[in-house]
């Protein structure tokens, strides 16, 4: 007897082309289109250069200059700049990433026969809801590490 996983159906071509949070990246806002390339620059091997040699350049001209604190004072006003603006760009890049994942891990559920409903947009549950969820999924894999008696 052979263990076949069940059939998954299709999704339709358009699957999602109705709903707005499924736009393509260039019907998103002008805003978030932006945050997303902040980050993909940001995350570059480039970006990275270019933040050390921006550091050492302030550095040098602190050092070579007699007004050093001026020097220090815009780069710690230039790196503050900066760091509020990637936490804000980090921030939303990564909500739509987790709920982009959540959508597809809630479809992944809705489409596979037993799977338990009360999993599929889980993340806004009540703390005593996920409790539940959480001690009945404990209880499961305790059940499943438990050895079994086969001499029967």
Do not use: Y
């Amino acid at each position: 007897m052979t263990n076949t996983p069940p059939e998954v159906p299709a999704l339709p071509a358009a699957a999602g082309a109705a709903d707005p949070d499924c736009a393509p990246p260039d019907e998103r806002p002008w805003s978030s289109r932006q945050l997303h390339r902040v980050n993909e620059l940001s995350a570059s091997s480039g970006a990275t250069a270019v933040a050390a040699a921006i550091s050492v350049v302030f550095l040098a001209a602190a050092v070579a200059t007699h007004h050093a604190s001026g020097w220090l004072t815009a780069f710690q006003s230039v790196a503050a700049a900066v760091t509020l603006v990637m936490v804000f760009a980090l921030q939303h890049t990564q909500v739509r990433t987790q709920s982009a994942m959540q959508r597809k891990l809630d479809e992944i559920l809705s489409s596979l026969p037993d799977a338990d409903s009360r999993l599929v947009h889980v993340e806004t549950a009540s703390q005593q809801e996920l409790d539940e969820l959480d001690e009945r999924h404990t209880q499961v894999r305790v059940e499943a590490l438990e050895p079994t008696d086969q001499s029967a």
